[in-house]
């Protein structure tokens, strides 16, 4: 059975039920809980058994290495090996918040599977006051990835969770809706090839942007162009090669002028549903009358990447509800500087990358 405990989102680590699920995740349970990314599926980061727990209830690859989350900087001292001046540079600027940051990790400080058998080890500090507060009344470093089943998207409401892990999982924590709505920004701080400078690699796009980065960082040269590991070659951060944050239907991007978008779409709902398709649309709210089909999804206006960012996710879950079997999304209309560049990045996934450019 999965407990669960509805807090306010601003509780406090004197809540009766955030120490009772506090309690749950130090004596080696599992407990999904709300962040300002996504909800995350807490375990103790130093605790084998509890983090295979997390793994079997996700059915997360192995070689997947897990986010270790913090509540206060001092619990980094147990957790890694050293942190250097840009590092340090990138916690003052946005811990608490998105940003992950790989790190060196100190030997057999935590579970081997947190980190996948990798030498780093990505640690964040969450910007959620219900998961400083759970992490504080767990008194450990929590290993969290999303809360859902490995693959679909990530859970952006408790109710997601449940659809995903009700009873796999020891608890849920709900705490309103999530934030930003998509995962966090990871970097890797790198030393330059002279040994001299270093620079930040952005291996995730995510809630940190690219823009914040150079504006925190000015003078750190910031490679963000995120590649996609080609086949049989190991990517520098394991999730990159997984399919992630996929519907259950068959989901394509249109890529082009407006005009022949829309016409693209249409002409290939029309087949579809001759077919006997079950159809989809995933749009901004301006476009999304140009449209017929069983489940048109308008994840929020063209003007407000944040908007679309946050609904993303819960659109995705939409179109399996009503158990849709093609979708098509019009590629997303903002600059790729800002949360924009996540946003492609996860529907490109979402899409197993099938793009049609028109
Ligand atoms: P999730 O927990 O589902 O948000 O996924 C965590 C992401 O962070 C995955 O893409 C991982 O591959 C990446 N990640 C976690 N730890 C590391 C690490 N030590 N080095 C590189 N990438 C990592
Ligand atoms: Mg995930």
Redesign the pocket.
């Known amino acids: 059975m999965t407990l669960y405990w509805k807090v306010e989102p601003d509780a406090s680590h004197a809540h009766p039920f955030l120490l009772e699920a506090g309690k749950m995740i130090a004596e080696g349970g599992t407990v999904a809980f709300p962040t300002e990314t996504?909800y995350?599926l807490g375990a103790d980061a130093r605790n084998t058994e509890a983090v295979e727990a997390v793994f079997r209830a996700k059915g997360?690859p192995a070689d997947?290495?897990?986010?270790v989350h913090i509540a206060d900087r001092r619990q980094l001292d147990g957790i890694v090996r050293e942190t250097d001046g840009a590092a340090l540079r990138l916690m003052d600027a946005f811990w608490p918040g998105p940003l992950?940051i790989?790190l060196p990790?100190a030997p057999g400080a935590l579970s081997p599977r947190v980190?996948?058998g990798?030498p780093?080890?990505?640690v964040r500090m969450p910007a959620h006051p219900v998961a400083l507060a759970l992490i504080r009344a767990a008194g450990c470093p929590v290993a969290?990835?999303?809360a859902n089943r490995s693959g679909r998207p990530?859970p952006t409401n408790a109710a997601h969770v449940r659809e995903d892990l009700d009873g796999r999982i020891g608890g849920i924590v709900d705490g309103g809706p999530a934030g930003v709505g998509l995962?966090?920004t990871?970097v890797?701080v790198e030393k330059g090839l002279t040994g001299g400078d270093t620079q930040i690699r952005v291996?995730?796009p995510g809630g940190v942007t690219v823009a914040d980065l150079r504006r925190e960082l000015p003078g750190v040269p910031i490679a963000a162009e995120i590649e996609e590991p080609a086949e049989g070659q190991t990517?520098?951060?394991?999730?990159?090669k997984y399919a992630?944050y996929a519907p259950k239907g068959r989901l394509t991007i249109v890529e082009g002028s407006p005009e022949r978008v829309a016409d693209r779409i249409r002409r290939s709902l029309s087949e579809a549903k001759r077919n006997g398709e079950r159809t989809g649309v995933l749009a901004v709210r301006e476009r999304a009358d140009l449209y017929d089909a069983d489940v048109i999804a308008a994840c929020g206006s063209a003007n407000d990447p944040e908007e679309a960012a946050r609904n993303l996710y819960a659109a995705l879950r939409r179109f399996d509800e009503a158990g849709v079997t093609c979708i098509w999304a019009e590629q997303f209309p903002f600059p790729p500087d800002g949360i924009g560049l996540a946003l492609a990045n996860r529907l490109s996934k979402a899409a197993g990358h099938r793009i049609e450019r028109v």
């Open positions: 996504v995350g997360r997947n290495p897990l986010i992950t790989v990790a980190t996948a990798l780093t080890v990505g969290a990835p999303s990530s995962e966090s990871v890797v291996l995730r990517p520098r951060s394991p999730g990159m992630h």
